[in-house]
């Protein structure tokens, strides 16, 4: 069965990095687009970043263009996400998604927060 495990989250600073992973099972990887989400407290969830299958296409939403990265690593069916230069508005908690034959699949989450 499809299976996504996210990990790297945590407590940062405003401006700090973190890099989030997500490592999928149950499904041949290199041939999904994956995505990252968000969803912050008491807000719909969001689409984030997503990779094409090589991950030579990527797309990101506005508010966080120039500060985060989507990456995958198709032999260790890994995507990542690079997060810097964090905001307070970046605290949520990140969800890992793939759709694989019309049926979404997400991961726990992990919690993302950024305070001082």
């Known amino acids: 069965q499809v299976q996504l495990v996210e990990s790297g989250g945590g407590l940062v600073q405003p401006g700090g990095s973190l890099r989030l992973s997500c490592a999928a099972t149950?499904?041949?990887?290199?041939?999904?687009?994956m995505r990252w989400y968000r969803q912050a407290p008491g807000k719909e969830r969001e689409l984030v970043a997503l990779?094409?299958?090589?991950?030579?296409?990527?797309n990101y939403a506005d508010s966080v263009k120039g500060r985060f990265t989507i990456s995958r690593d198709n032999a260790k069916s890994t995507v990542y996400l690079q997060m810097n230069s964090l905001k307070p508005e970046d605290t949520a908690v990140y969800y890992c998604?793939?759709?694989?034959?019309?049926?979404?699949?997400w991961g726990q989450g992990t919690q993302v927060t950024v305070s001082s």
């Open positions: 998604n793939v759709v694989v034959t019309y049926r979404p699949y």
């Open positions: 149950g499904f041949t990887f290199t041939n999904y687009i």
């Open positions: 990779t094409g299958i090589t991950g030579t296409t990527t």
